[in-house]
């Protein structure tokens, strides 16, 4: 009986605190930096090394500074959150309305991601869940999301969280030819249920 007490000690203090917040400004560097590291780290074999070598921080930081600082004139049809972690930012997951409906949504998840040693925790299905009830409380409906067709792992996410597949279609990023598959919640309840109905391994506010 020991031996459990002491291993759920150990588990309970190796749980770190995790708060999701609004993305600022001063965050675009921070963002950057995930989405740079988790290209790299995520998308080998499904993306040439020499795209993924060749990425800088710096380029997607006046990207996302671009993004944060056209926010506050969007208003909530587009939104940005950050997971953050004893000062550092963690992940982040943004979202937006559709100016046009695409494939029958009128709302999309355009980024969600963490940090590899973060992933599996429960954070990114948190941040995913506060940008659908943003956009919902906007109206939204219903909400899509690409994914490069070769990641499992974010199909499996995507499926464990009740989306359905929608289709698969070529498309060219920065003269890099890929393949992407659409997965969407042709309604937002069930994919906020599914995000309260599953556990999370931190402890996040």
């Known amino acids: 009986m020991m031996e459990v007490r002491d291993t759920m000690s150990e588990m309970m203090s190796s749980i770190k605190e995790v708060s999701l917040r609004r993305a600022t400004v001063g965050d675009a560097e921070a963002i950057a930096a995930v989405r740079v590291e988790s290209w ?3 998308y ?4 040439p090394d020499s795209y993924l070598d060749e990425m800088r921080v710096e380029d997607s930081f006046l990207h996302w500074k671009t993004v944060l600082e056209a926010l506050p004139t969007a208003g909530d049809r587009a939104c ?3 997971a953050e972690s004893e000062g550092h930012i963690i992940g982040f997951a943004s979202g937006m309305l559709l100016e046009r409906a695409k494939h029958g949504f009128s709302a999309e998840l355009s980024a969600v991601y963490l940090r590899p040693a973060w992933q599996r ?3 990114g299905r948190r941040m995913v869940q506060k940008v659908a009830r943003t956009l919902q409380a906007q109206g939204a409906q219903n909400l899509l999301v690409w994914l490069i ?3 499992n792992v974010a199909r499996n996410f995507c499926e464990e969280l009740g ?3 929608i289709l698969e279609q070529e498309f060219s990023w920065d003269g890099v ?3 992407e598959s659409g997965y969407g919640w042709r309604d937002l309840s069930v ?3 599914s995000v309260q109905a599953m556990p999370t391994s931190a402890a996040i506010h």
Not at 44 to 47: D, T
């Open 40 to 42: 790299q780290t995520t």
């Open 163 to 165: 989306a359905e597949f």
């Open 121 to 123: 925790s429960g954070i």
């Open 191 to 193: 994919l906020l249920a």
């Open 177 to 179: 030819d890929l393949k």
């Open 149 to 151: 067709s070769g990641n």
């Open 80 to 82: 940005v959150y950050v």
């Open 44 to 47: 080998r074999g499904m993306i």
